[in-house]
């Protein structure tokens, strides 16, 4: 009784956290409402009809993507915060650090599409452009890098896994974050210093805010080598080794067994073969310091690591696509005074952009059903915030 006194008084701070982004959610619905009349009639009373359709694209496909980042990213913090387990094993710092940059992908989705689309101001000034894109690009690259950290732990557990605790510290974590936050924010601040398009034109005037109109092609391969091609070059050599080390495992162990079997037949009589079973699996728990050192994956290790490769599955599809049609029209627009733009190169320019956000989407739900720490820490969080709300 007292323990239920306590818990009515001063609800936990996960369950203020996950009412408080119900809670902005409702609020964002609201505000995007009274966005879309606003556009709507913007667009038609300066007659470009076109607007029309990024009004849709905005509001009707990123307002619940930008809601399911959210709720699905706040979640997996407060897994990470509820959980003693999840906080005592380094790996999940990682996590829940990557749980964060998508929270701010989130943030940022509909204000910044909102203000390249339809502020002038914004569309207008090449430093207002910048700025934009560089909020949106930042986290997105942080996110990116995030899944090669993931990709780099999961080799440490698989090939390293009696030094892990020695070689993986939280100290190391914070620090690694720690560079990557800086890495991006340096990358994405040399537009600004001057590794940018130059226009001679003083008249000119941008129509819209998209990458093309102030990366050169030398920046755009330069980031997309960085922070791209790199990291996938990387994390496909270390699941490679991975699934190399997997299937030599589930050799040496089929041999085993087929050995065991073909002994026990020359033997020809079962209580001699229990007897040999019996003296072996005695022998094998005598020896299990030396197997351990010499061991393949576990199957605990291969399901982290398939799990970290659908990720891995998600980063490709989500993000070649974006990038390819970026630098695509970086370098069509690289010669001319005037960028080339209409509105149906610009719409796919936008829906483009939408797949990088949908990785957002993707990795909470990855997670959640992947690990089986991630759901019971979230069923707790939600049945507790339901059972609050009850009372």
């Known amino acids: 009784m007292q323990f239920t006194s306590q818990a009515s008084s001063t609800p936990p701070l996960s369950v203020w956290m996950l009412n408080e982004s119900l809670e902005l959610s409702t609020e964002i619905l609201f505000t995007s409402v009274s966005l879309i009349n606003s556009s709507i009639e913007s667009s038609v009373s300066q007659e470009n009809p076109d607007l029309t359709i990024y009004v849709v694209l905005i509001f ?113 974590i914070f620090i690694t974050i720690a560079v990557i936050w800086a890495f991006a924010l340096v990358l994405h601040s040399l537009p600004f210093v001057g590794w940018r398009k130059t226009n001679s034109d003083p008249n000119f005037v941008m129509q819209y805010c998209f990458t093309d109109q102030f990366w050169t092609p030398s920046f755009a391969c330069f980031q997309f080598g960085l922070t791209v091609v790199a ?50 699996s005695h022998s094998c728990e005598s020896q299990a310091p030396a197997v351990r050192i010499r061991r393949g994956p576990t199957t605990a290790e291969l399901k982290a690591t398939k799990t970290s490769a659908i990720v891995l599955g998600t980063f490709l599809v989500c993000w070649l696509p974006a990038y390819c049609i970026h630098i695509s029209f970086t370098f069509i627009n690289s010669n001319r005074p005037e960028p080339l733009h209409n509105p149906t190169i610009g719409l796919l320019q936008a829906m483009s952009n939408l797949l990088p956000f949908i990785s957002s989407v993707a990795n909470p739900v990855i997670y959640a059903f992947r690990y089986k720490d991630f759901r019971k820490s979230f069923k707790q969080s939600l049945q507790f915030s339901f059972w609050r709300r009850g009372n």
């Open 60 to 172: 009707v496909v990123l307002l619940p993507l930008s809601i399911c980042v959210l709720v699905g990213n706040i979640l997996v913090i407060i897994a990470v915060y509820n959980s003693f387990y999840l906080r005592e094993r380094v790996f999940y710092y990682v996590v829940g650090s990557m749980a964060v940059t998508d929270l701010l992908v989130g943030f940022s989705i509909i204000p910044l599409y909102y203000a390249a689309i339809f502020v002038q101001t914004v569309k207008e000034s090449l430093y207002g452009c910048m700025t934009m894109i560089s909020i949106v690009m930042i986290p997105s690259t942080i996110s990116i890098l995030h899944v090669l950290i993931i990709a780099a732990d999961r080799y440490i557990a698989v090939f390293y896994s009696l030094e892990y605790i020695r070689l993986v510290t939280k100290r190391r």
């Open 231 to 280: 990291p996938l070059c990387i994390m496909i050599g270390i699941y490679a080794r991975i699934i190399g080390a997997a299937r030599h495992q589930a050799r040496r162990v089929d041999a085993q067994q087929e050995f065991a079997f073909n002994r026990s037949e020359a033997n020809g009589q079962l209580s001699i073969i229990s007897a040999d079973v019996e003296s072996n």
